[in-house]
């Protein structure tokens, strides 16, 4: 976890989504109104358009605004990277079965990339739908596909490998369970709706086939859209604002940081990003035994608000150096906030968007949960590992976490229209 940490401060109809109306024979699972009005448009912040055909007089009521946002598949980036928080998410990790190759990968893509794209777009699956999500609308559904370093070797595209995909080091947190690590192809479902979610999940487990086997999946899960008074900043288990730094398209320097350049190498991953994946428990009953104020100390903000110890708003400047009526620092030399600062970091910063979990209690009643860690940047060299090592070497917050499982995956950018994700790579 990092002060720069993953932010959700929009509403659905805040969130850069867009979609195209479907209609004749591409209905979707339930025909749906425009937000808008009737064939109206809004435009996201990444400019793209918003907007549903209106629905015929016998159609059924309008879904709401939370099952009708859509984002879209195809575009310069993959989705389920800039794309606000979703309230339920699946991570899962899938090895090719013994004997695949390219071509069988390369028809895998294909099969996933055709099926994400009409289950974002609301429609059901081409073949064997479930129906699990048959009332719903897209709930704003993204899925994202990216590449683990043992991929290159099973498909013989090892000269294509980014160098950028070498093994993360090891850290002191570490207690790795390589049995839910890495694999050769990753997989990233968002909604927020829980059922489109497992829907998507369970589509894309059956569309492998025998070309690929489950090697781990993992759930998780944020705050649902409009269950505030206001768009906030979302809290982690450990009940603090967790997202306040995180970068920001709006920023200049946003893609050249997130996104490999166009004419980067690769070439296969331009416009594409790295995705850092890490399970962190954390020790919730160790955490709660300590007083507000000691929280609060390990942080560096404060846990009503998110504010900085050094006063202000959640968005105020953290001042550094400002110290108390004893001489000691007010934000204390090992505190998260503080560790985490790109400014302490040699500028490195990272797009944190996960997914809290819980999988239940051990035998003696102690949580299973924590957070399931999910950062992009164009180079985790950059991005990633400077901030870990100095976290590494004294954070405070460290006594309370631990990182069970971990991932690092090459994310192409996104599919042009007729193509699948990875075809640049697969055909190339």
């Known amino acids: 976890m990092t002060d720069q940490s993953p932010s959700e401060t929009r509403t659905p109809a805040d969130r850069p989504s867009s979609a195209g109306a479907r209609t004749g024979e591409g209905l979707s699972r339930r025909t749906l109104l425009g937000t808008a009005g009737a064939g109206g448009l809004v435009l996201g912040a990444a400019g793209a358009a918003v907007g549903y055909a209106a629905a015929p007089s016998q159609a059924a009521a309008p879904l709401t605004s939370v099952g009708s946002d859509r984002a879209m598949f195809h575009g310069k ?19 090719l079965a013994a004997g695949a190759g390219r071509k069988e990968a390369a028809a895998l893509l294909r099969r996933w990339s055709q099926t994400a794209e009409r289950l974002m777009a609301g429609e059901p699956a081409a073949h064997g739908d479930t129906d699990v999500a048959r009332d719903a609308g897209p709930a704003s559904l993204t899925v ?48 927020d709706d829980a059922l489109v979610a ?26 649902t859209p409009g269950a505030t008074a206001r768009p906030m900043t979302v809290r982690n288990l450990m009940g603090q604002v967790d997202g306040t730094r995180n970068p920001q398209p709006t920023e200049t320097d946003f893609e050249r940081r997130i996104f490999v350049p166009s004419s980067g190498e690769p070439t296969w991953m331009a416009n594409g990003s790295y995705a850092v994946v890490r399970r962190i428990r954390m020790l919730l009953d160790d955490w ?10 390990v942080i560096g903000r404060r846990k009503s608000d998110g504010a900085p110890l ?32 790109p400014d302490q970091n040699g500028g490195a910063a990272m797009l944190r968007r996960g997914f809290s979990y819980h999988d239940g209690f051990d035998a003696e009643g102690v949580p299973d949960s924590g957070l399931l860690f999910i950062c992009w ?13 100095k976290l590494d070497r004294g954070d405070a917050l460290s006594t309370y976490i631990r990182h069970e499982a971990s991932g690092l995956f090459a994310v192409p950018g996104g599919a042009a229209n007729g193509e699948y994700v990875g075809q640049r790579l697969l055909e190339g």
């Not at 980036?77 to 090895?95: K, M, N, V, Y």
């Open 288 to 297: 709660e035994k300590l007083s507000v104020k000691a929280q609060e100390d």
């Open 377 to 389: 940047q164009a180079d985790p060299l950059r991005g990633f590992v400077p901030v870990q090592r």
């Open 77 to 95: 980036h993959q989705p389920g990277i800039t794309e606000g928080l979703q309230a339920r998410g699946h991570i899962a990790a899938f090895d």
């Open 198 to 223: 497992f829907h998507a999940l369970r589509a894309l487990q059956q569309e492998a086939g025998t070309a690929a086997r489950l090697r781990w999946q993992m759930n998780g899960f944020n705050r």
């Open 144 to 191: 994202t596909f990216g590449f683990g370093r043992s991929f290159f070797g099973r498909t013989g595209l090892e000269k294509q490998r980014p160098g950028a995909l070498d093994p993360l080091p090891a850290f002191s947190s570490d207690r790795l369970d390589k049995a839910r690590s890495e694999g050769d192809l990753w997989v990233q479902i968002g909604a």
């Open 310 to 341: 050094t006063g202000g708003t959640e968005t105020t400047p953290m001042d550094l150096d400002k110290t108390d009526g004893n001489g000691d620092l007010v934000v204390p030399v090992n505190a998260h906030a503080r560790i985490t600062r």
